[in-house]
């Protein structure tokens, strides 16, 4: 079946450094990949999202290239805020499948 | 237009009690999944509708929990004889069909 692996946190980083989160899948087909965020004590809501190889998603400063070669889909941000600071799910779907999501990565900004 | 609607948004029972959580989705939505998140933690996978049918309902924990859905609309998530472990957020979330998907707020759920 699916899967999605992301890395674990929490990551802890200072305002303006670089942001990775990892994520990488296994499915088969084709997928549609999805990045969610959930602020502290809010709802999921969609980050962004790639539905084919080569794919960039893109929002608020956030980026992930969906790579078929390596089956990743890793959120990178040049320049975190405190606002940034939230947990980050990795997620993915398959055609008429389910959503299968990641378990979650906490990340933490420091002034 | 409007969103995922859930209700109740707090819901605090005694254990043993039976509780009814519902779930509105977006008009048009053939797609309906139910999540678990306990505090602190990841996303629980409980069922998914395919309009009225579920396809997939793996993720129930036990036969103490059930869900239906009508009119490819509303759904119901109901707990019988509920425990403290229950006690959780229950988000839901809806989608067409190959699309992503819109979370609902959740319904906290509290069992003392």
């Known amino acids: 079946g699916n899967s999605v692996t992301q890395m674990e946190g929490p990551v802890t980083l200072s305002e303006e450094a670089f942001l990775t989160i990892n994520c990488t899948y296994t499915?088969?087909?084709?997928?549609?990949l999805f990045w969610y965020v959930q602020y502290p004590g809010e709802g999921l809501q969609l980050l962004l999202k790639?539905?084919?190889?080569?794919d960039k998603g893109s929002n608020k400063g956030f980026e992930a290239t969906y790579r078929k070669e390596t089956t990743s889909f890793h959120l990178e941000k040049g320049s975190v805020q405190v606002s940034d600071s939230a947990v980050y799910f990795c997620?993915?779907?398959?055609?008429?499948?389910?959503?299968?999501f990641g378990t979650g990565t906490k990340l933490q900004v420091i002034p | 237009g409007a969103g995922v609607s859930q209700s109740p948004s707090n819901k605090v029972t005694e254990k043993g009690k039976d509780v009814e959580l519902r779930c509105d989705p977006i008009?048009?939505?053939?797609?309906l999944y139910w999540y678990r998140q306990r505090l602190g933690q990841g996303l629980e996978f409980l069922i998914y509708?395919?309009?009225?049918?579920?396809?997939?309902k793996s993720g129930l924990p036990s036969d103490r929990f059930s869900a239906e859905r009508t009119g490819e609309s509303v759904s119901t998530l109901t707990i019988q004889r509920t425990q403290q472990e229950d006690s959780a957020v229950y988000l839901c979330a809806s989608s067409l069909l190959t699309s992503e998907q819109y979370f609902g707020p959740g319904t906290r759920l509290t069992v003392t």
């Open positions: 997620a993915l779907k398959g055609g008429y499948q389910k959503v299968t």
């Open positions: 499915a088969t087909g084709y997928p549609s």
């Open positions: 008009s048009g939505h053939t797609a």
């Open positions: 509708f395919q309009g009225n049918s579920a396809p997939d």
């Open positions: 790639a539905t084919k190889a080569d």
